[in-house]
Structure formats: C-alpha cells, structure tokens
C-alpha cells in the first residue's frame, strides 16, 4: 500500500478546480502548482466535466477530494463507489485521495453533509476498522480532513483531533489540515485552536486547506466565500511553525471570483510559507 | 445511546418536518448556543442543498409552477425518494416520474420535468465511440441494414403531449410569461451531446418511430422497414433518410 510519505510530496500552492474557471484552465494553462477536484463531481459522468479533468491532468498534478465516503457512517461502505473512485484517480493519475473524518448519512441516506462524528471509543474502532477497508481497496493511504462542525454529542469521551490522532497512528493515513475547519469548529465549541493542531502528528500531515468563513447568529459558517480572514491566515502562520510546509489549497465556493482575483489569494498563502518560522512551544498542557 | 443510535437519531432530526423536542438530551448545549440551535444549523443547511439541487436541473419547472409550489414539490418528492447516491446529480432521477402520478398536479408538470431530466441524462451519459459517418455512407444499403446501429447514451429521445419545445426555448430566452400553460400538442424531442453543451432537435412522427426502431431493434434494417411503410410520400421517405443522415452526420450512433 502507498504511504502517505510516498505520495503527498509538497506539490506547492493549488486551487479547487471548479466549473466556472474551466475555460481558463483550458485555454490559458495558468500558473498554478496543482488542482484538486471534487471527486463527486466527476464519478458517473461523461460529459464536459470529465473530459475537462482528463485534460487537464495532462498539465497539472491532480488530487481528488470527496464529500461521500462516509467513513464514520453505519452503513456499510459503498464498494460501488470506491470501484469508480479507483478508476477515476487512475485515469487522471491523482497524487492522493481525500475525504472528510464524518458520516454523511444513515441507511444508506445520504443527506449530503459532513455531519459530525460522535468521539467514543466504539465510534474509534469502527472507524479504524472502515479506513482499513478503503485503503486496502484503494492500495493506498487515504488523508482524513476535519470538519467543520456545529454541534457535538453529549456523550463523547475524546476530543476530535485525539479521535484523528488516534484513526491516524492505527492506519496510517494522513490528514489534511484545513486550517479554516479547525479555526471555525474552534469558535463554535470554544476550544483552543492550538491545542488542536498541537493533537495532530505532524509527519502525518499531507496538504492544507485555507477558506473562508461566514459570521452567522452565535457561530460561524464554513461557507468557503471570500478571502481567507486574518484569524485563519495566523492560525496558518502557527500551523506552519508546528507542522512546517505541505501542500496547501485555497478553496472559495460562494461567490466564486475569477481566477485572477484566487490566485492573488493564494500568494498570500505563498508569502506566509517562505516566512522563517517563529520558534514555538506546544502548549503546555498538552500530554500525547 | 451508542453512536450508531446517535447517528440514526441526528438523521431522523435533520429531515423531520418539525424539529424534535430532545435535542438537548442528545446534543451539547455550549458556548452560548443551545442544542435546538446547533441542530438547526443542519437542518437549515439540509433544506437549502436539496433545494438549490433541484432549482439547478429543473430550472423551467421552477418558473412555470412558482418558486413556492416547486419547494413544496420538492419536500414531497424527497419524503418518497431520498437521496440513495453519492452524487446530487442523481437527486431528480424519480422527480418526473413522481409528479407524473400527484393526482392534485396537471400533467405537463410531470412532462417538464421528464423534459429537463433528459438534458441532465444527455449531459452526463457516457458515450462509446460514434460509428464513422464515411464508413456508413460507403457501404451498400444492404449491408448498412444489417448492422446495428444504435442511438448514443446521450443521444436522449422523449415524446411529450405538451409543446415543450416553444416552452423550453421560450425559457432559454428568458421570454417565458408569467403563469404560463403550454399547449397541448404532441412534441418528439430528440437531446445531444455537441461539444459538451446539450441540443434539442424536435423531429416528426415517423422520424420519432425510426429513433424509437434504433432503441429496440437487431438492426438498422428492422428498423427502418417499418417506418418507411408508413411513409406515404417521397417527400415524407426524403425527411425520414434526412433525418438518419444528420444523426450519423452528427455522430449520434453507434455500431452495437
């Protein structure tokens, strides 16, 4: 099976493929390091958006990052979509494959949303158990990222990022860091976002993502529109100094601006990672 | 609670009309936000990604029946026909069928939805390689009637008892008038795939039956024999053989 250290090499600064920059990619090749689809968006489809893919594989370093494996979920995983997820990373030789650390539904429902994990030890095996089956499937290490979430279960026992460290050290995934998701689940919950990142094992973080975010009435949205706000860039700044450079992806779903406008986005993200980094401590009261 | 009752409890939250009442037994109330709120935060999101899935693929629907009535629609399409996929994209796959048999809805809304739905089938469909328009035309008509010829996967035939063209091409023009009723009035439309965008051809009777004859029969021949008994004039053969030439002319078939 590929490890994670054998296939998330530091690919640079990338973007999220999205419909509407299509013919920008097509016809202009931008100056971009790499690209991530959405996996769903081009399983089960023949038209224009896989075509576009396969195309432009042949120009970019090409990662998948999908919405539905459920690996939380109860319901047995759906080898009809791992089957198709294989085929696809094949035809456009993606770098690695991502999904989120949630469930998306419940008898084989899909509500289409990342919905929160309930942190138990029985939740922690059952999800060791189903990373174990998608990776042996899919012959290599899959990355994990964290959720943004809105609500948590009166009944957990563990913290989030201890669950992540824990599914990471027992199956050798990887996980990707979006810094946004940390910092909006942070305020949601009133947790330390330091001590989250300080949890995670940081050899085993394989990319990146930077987002923004939305104030709502008592929370905040991981609504993905607008530029990345400046609690996130410093809590990047952090990440950097505690985990050091990865791969790193700007993602903007609302209000989607032209390509000019996201990759001066992502020179911020750029600038910041050829900053030395501050020396830090991890936090104090933190005992892995 | 274990974390599978737990899941099963959030999902049955999450889609319920009403929000349940023991939310605060299940979830977290913290930093300020009580457990209610936390699950409405995706209940709410909930009812806007299943919406603006289906105001995306049945965009005419919508502006014909009204904002309004197409959300009510929806809630109750989707309390029979909940998503089973990994993809949005398969959400409207039982709409039309579903609002075909809504005794309280007048049939064209059942036909324009079916109508929409063959755009998102030609869009997505995958296709083999088309069968060459040079190596058909050269061989003789005896032969080119035993292969077997077949429509595309994205090339999507529908027959409506509505005048969905006009409607449809009014829609794209953004000319569509307020509380608009189509006409009825039978309307074969045949969808393609042309460089990724899809098209609407609206064909006549008897080049509908020959699109219907390459769906279902062993070959070309079987197909076009019958329908080319019902042509009564030269004419109307003339409009029959042009029809298959500008399908094969556009790469709509393929050798099964």
Redesign the interface.
């Given at each position: 099976m590929l490890s994670v250290a054998e296939q998330c090499s530091n690919l640079g600064f990338g973007v999220g493929l999205r419909t509407v920059h299509y013919t920008d990619f097509m016809e202009s090749c931008p100056e971009v390091d790499w690209l991530e689809a959405l996996t769903?968006?081009y399983?089960?489809?023949?038209?224009?958006p896989r075509?576009v893919l396969r195309q432009l594989s042949m120009r970019y370093p090409i990662v998948l990052h999908g919405v539905?494996l459920s690996i939380g979920?109860?319901s047995p995983i759906?080898r009809h979509?791992l089957k198709l997820l294989k085929v696809l990373a094949d035809e456009v030789q993606a770098r690695w494959i991502s999904d989120h650390l949630c469930?998306t539904?419940?008898?084989?429902?899909?509500?289409?949303?990342l919905?929160p994990?309930?942190f138990?030890e029985?939740?922690l095996a059952?999800v060791k158990n189903r990373v174990d089956e998608v990776q042996n499937y899919l012959g290599r290490a899959i990355l994990l990222e964290n959720p943004s979430s809105?609500?948590?279960?009166?009944?957990?026992g563990i913290s989030e990022a201890q669950f992540l460290r824990e599914i990471v050290l027992s199956t050798g995934c990887g996980i990707l860091l979006d810094v946004n998701n940390v910092y909006v689940s942070s305020v949601?919950?009133?947790l330390d976002a330091k001590v989250y990142i300080d949890t995670l094992p940081a050899e085993a973080v394989g990319q990146f993502h930077l987002a923004g975010h939305s104030q709502?009435e008592?929370?905040l949205?991981d609504s993905h529109i607008g530029p990345v706000p400046e609690p996130v860039w410093d809590l990047f700044r952090y990440t950097l100094a505690r985990v050091g450079s990865r791969a790193s992806l700007l993602e903007w779903d609302e209000e989607i601006p032209s390509l000019e406008v996201l990759l001066e986005e992502n020179e911020k993200a750029k600038t910041l990672a050829a900053l030395p980094s501050p020396a830090i401590q991890i936090h104090p009261e933190l005992h892995l | 609670?274990?974390?599978?009752e737990?899941?099963?409890w959030?999902?049955?939250a999450?889609?319920a009309e009403e929000a349940p009442g023991e939310a605060d037994?299940?979830?977290?109330s913290?930093?300020?936000?009580c457990?209610h709120?936390?699950?409405g935060?995706?209940r709410d999101?909930?009812r806007v990604?299943?919406s603006e899935?289906l105001q995306m693929d049945y965009g005419l629907l919508q502006s014909v029946v009204g904002e309004e009535e197409f959300e009510s629609l929806c809630w109750r399409y989707l309390k029979d026909f909940?998503?089973?996929?990994?993809?949005?994209?398969d959400l409207g796959r039982n709409f039309a069928d579903f609002l075909e048999i809504q005794a309280d809805l007048p049939p064209y809304v059942g036909e324009i939805a079916r109508l929409e739905y063959a755009i998102v089938r030609s869009?997505?469909?995958?296709?083999p390689t088309p069968a060459d328009w040079v190596e058909l035309s050269a061989l003789p008509l005896e032969t080119l009637c035993q292969k077997s010829l077949r429509p595309l996967?994205?090339f999507v035939g529908e027959r409506f008892n509505y005048n969905l063209n006009s409607l449809y091409d009014a829609y794209v023009d953004e000319t569509l008038s307020p509380g608009i009723v189509p006409q009825e009035q039978v309307c074969n439309l045949l969808f393609f795939?042309e460089n990724?965008q899809v098209r609407r051809l609206s064909v006549e009777d008897l080049s509908w039956k020959l699109y219907q004859g390459l769906r279902e029969s062993r070959d070309f021949g079987e197909a076009l024999d019958p329908v080319l008994a019902l042509a009564k004039t030269p004419d109307e053969q003339q409009k029959l053989l042009a029809s298959f030439q500008e399908w094969v002319g556009r790469s709509l078939l393929y050798s099964a």
């Open positions: 769903e968006n399983l089960g489809t023949g038209g224009r075509q539905s979920g109860s759906d979509y469930w539904g419940y008898a084989h429902h899909n509500l289409h949303d919905l994990m309930p138990t029985a939740s059952h809105y609500a948590s279960f009166v009944f957990d949601n919950h009133g709502r008592g929370y949205l | 609670m274990n974390f599978e737990a899941q099963k959030m999902h049955a999450i889609v037994e299940v979830l977290k913290t930093n300020g936000v457990a709120r936390r699950l935060v995706y999101m909930y990604r299943m899935s909940p998503s089973t996929s990994y993809t949005l994209n869009f997505d469909a995958f296709d996967p994205s795939r990724f």
